[in-house]
């Protein structure tokens, strides 16, 4: 081993090597003085720490963002930033979140204003790890910005020069020396025999010699037929455009035209995946009367209309796991472990879906008092992301409107939705042919029709239907 240290350190092109240094080092024997004033300098190189200018991102606060837009910046340039501070309020296609810095530093540069948006992934702003390096960060931003905006070089003028033509084959002339084999088309056959010309004394011009009618025209002495010549691609398009334009209705006098916002992209992009999913509907009346006795009684101690549906609905889920069921791929289905009763709820500018989650073993007023926090959070948009993505079963209740039936579309990624409406006095006959008057509202379920069937599905709305008439299992 020192024969072989030995001769490693004689080796005057290995004395810079880092790793060369380190093994010699660590089998010396002895102290070399010059070799230790190696790795001290060495040593002095590896522990410099060098400052740095990082990029914030746009981050990705759901599964469905691709850009996000800037609401408000909670730092000013130059501000001290300490690692988990909050820096920026970014919009995403459901909720406003705070965006954290993960180093210390300072806000060197903001490269995406307040009310712009920016691709995820894409910088919108600089952190610098020292003062000094503020300035170089602005520029770095400058720099950018000014590529970003920079227009584009023009394409090089077209040369005056004519393309060089391509060789295109001689038509075969014909052999006068000995007997040859005629080819022509069918119809150019017809007319020779047609305007009786021989059409053996006739040269053809088509590829490998076929004569054509074109050719016994010519012969015959007759004008060819010359079809008119397509439109250039680039004139079809043009005029394929047109036709588009004119066949769009103008715009109505002062009419605006109003681009979706973030949230109304995200629902507008759902409600067009929804299209690609076979689904029915069912209905089904169901008896208000004790349900709505209950309410009354619970109604004082904070027990909301919505909690009471949505418990019901996950304790009937609970026994019909098929309804709770997704189907994403197309090729399997996955039985969800967990009810997550997602409620549609209308807020300014758009549409969210809060998620009770484990619907059917919360206490009815702990989930009330959950749905009251998740329903503030969503009209501040301030839901975090499993806040508003994790339901496997849609509740959708328009009965505070009046609205006594209506059908609602199957978000993607779920096995059914529920379109709840409003009670109202009904008249019934019982078995014995009695009149009364019943409260009823009608529930309309519309499912996926891969995984859950008709049978399912009514199987389903009768277990509801008891738990709603019977809802003494609600407060249990």
Not at 351 to 377: C, N, R
Request: charged content about 20%; proline content about 8%; aromatic content about 6%.
């Amino acid at each position: 081993m020192a024969v072989s240290s030995s001769s490693f350190l004689s080796t005057p092109s290995l004395s810079n090597s880092k790793s060369t240094i380190s093994f010699a080092s660590s089998v010396s024997p002895a102290p070399i003085p010059s070799l230790r004033r190696v790795v001290f300098r060495s040593q002095r190189r590896v522990m410099t720490v060098r400052s740095k200018i990082r990029e914030i991102f746009m981050p990705a606060l759901s599964s469905t963002m691709t850009e996000g837009k800037i609401v408000s910046w909670l730092k000013t340039e130059g501000e001290k930033l300490a690692k988990g501070q909050s820096v920026v309020v970014v919009e995403s296609d459901k909720a406003d979140m705070d965006v954290e810095t993960f180093y210390d530093g300072y806000l060197a540069a903001i490269v995406v204003g307040e009310g712009e948006t920016a691709p995820v992934g894409a910088a919108i702003g600089l952190l610098a790890e020292t003062e000094a390096e503020i300035e170089e960060a602005k520029n770095k931003a400058a720099s950018k910005s000014s590529a970003a905006v920079a227009p584009s070089p023009p394409p090089p003028p077209a040369t005056s020069s004519p393309a060089p033509a391509i060789a295109q084959p001689a038509p075969v002339s014909a052999v006068s020396d000995g007997p040859r084999k005629t080819v022509a088309t069918p119809y150019a056959k017809k007319l020779a025999k047609q305007h009786k010309v021989d059409i053996g004394s006739i040269a053809g011009t088509g590829p490998f010699g076929r004569i054509t009618a074109s050719d016994v025209e010519a012969a015959a002495g007759i004008a060819p037929s010359v079809a008119p010549p397509p439109p250039p691609p680039a004139a079809s398009a043009a005029a394929t455009a047109k036709a588009t334009a004119t066949s769009s209705p103008p715009l109505l006098p002062d009419s605006s035209v109003v681009p979706f916002t973030a949230m109304q992209s995200a629902v507008s992009k759902n409600m067009i995946e929804s299209l690609s999913v076979p689904t029915f509907r069912v209905g089904y009346p169901v008896n208000t009367d004790a349900l709505d006795a209950l309410y009354e009684k619970v109604k004082p101690k904070g027990v909301t209309m919505t909690a009471l549906l949505a418990k019901a609905a996950g304790m009937a889920l609970a026994q019909h796991p098929v309804v709770n069921a997704s189907c994403k791929d197309g090729k399997s289905f996955t039985y969800n472990s967990n009810i997550n009763i997602a409620v549609a709820v209308a807020i300014n500018g758009g549409l969210i879906t809060p998620v009770l989650q484990d619907a059917d073993k919360l206490d009815l007023y702990l989930l009330s008092q959950k749905w009251k926090e998740l329903v503030g959070k969503a009209r501040s948009k301030q839901l975090q992301p499993h806040e508003y993505n994790s339901g496997t079963f849609t509740l959708s209740n328009l009965g505070m409107f009046g609205v006594d039936r209506f059908d609602a579309i199957l978000p993607p990624g779920q096995g059914a939705i529920m379109a709840v409406g409003a009670s109202k006095p009904t008249v019934v006959a019982d078995k014995d042919g009695f009149f009364s008057v019943k409260n009823k509202m009608m529930v309309n379920v519309t499912a996926d029709h891969r995984i859950v069937y008709g049978a399912d599905l009514a199987a389903f709305l009768q277990t509801f239907a008891k738990i709603v008439e019977n809802p003494d299992s609600l407060t249990l």
